[in-house]
Structures are given as C-alpha cells and as structure tokens.
C-alpha cells in the first residue's frame, strides 16, 4: 500500500512539476511577449523624437525668415507712409490747380467782355 501511495504522490509530484513548469513557460512568452513590445515602442519613440528633431530645425529657420520678413515689412511701411504722405500733397496740389484754373478762367472772360476781344478759335 505504502507504494501505491508513493506512486500517487510521485505522480502528483510530476504533474505538479508539468504545472509550474507550464505556467513558468507561459510567464516566460508573457513576458517576452511584453519585452518585444517595449522594445519596438523604444524603437518608434526614437524614431518620432529624430522626426521632432528635425521639425525643430525647420521651426527655427521659419523662425529666423518671419523675422526677416518682418524687418522687411518696417522698411516697406516707411515707404508706405511717405506714399500717402506723397498723395495728399498731389491731392492738395490738384485742388490748388483746379482753383486756379478757374481763377485764370474768370479772369480771361472778363478780359474778353472789357476789350471785347472775340473767343479764339482754333484752326
């Protein structure tokens, strides 16, 4: 009887071996499993943070062109200013001629009526 027992513990044993070994084996896969997807996830990470790399480098050459640009827009905006500045003098200018114009007008027919010069005609 005493080896019967023994058998069935011997078996117990064995089986319970098989269940460690087993559930050993599927941490092992879980965790490689695991191990493999941190890796790839490290690998991306990389990957991305050399692709931010060089989005910062070009954010700074737009950078340093916008204030390019900008300085360029002051020097731009002088000038524009003189412009106006230009325009309404020429406005000023217009309306002095066109005054004058009339003046010169006025005062040619009234130099016609006193000498009774007739109108000019032209040939």
Known sequence: ????????QDQLAASLNDLFTSVS?????ELQGTNNTLELLEKMNVRVAEEYKGFGDVASGLRVFVEQLK???NTFDDYIQQLDAIEQ???EFEAVISMLDR???MLESKMQSVY???PAQDK
């Open 103 to 105: 003046y010169v007008s």
């Open 89 to 91: 003098q020429v406005t």
């Open 71 to 73: 300085s360029k827009s």
């Open 1 to 8: 009887m005493a080896s019967g027992k023994e058998t069935e």
């Open 25 to 29: 084996a599927m941490i092992k896969g």
């Open 116 to 118: 009774q010069v007739p």
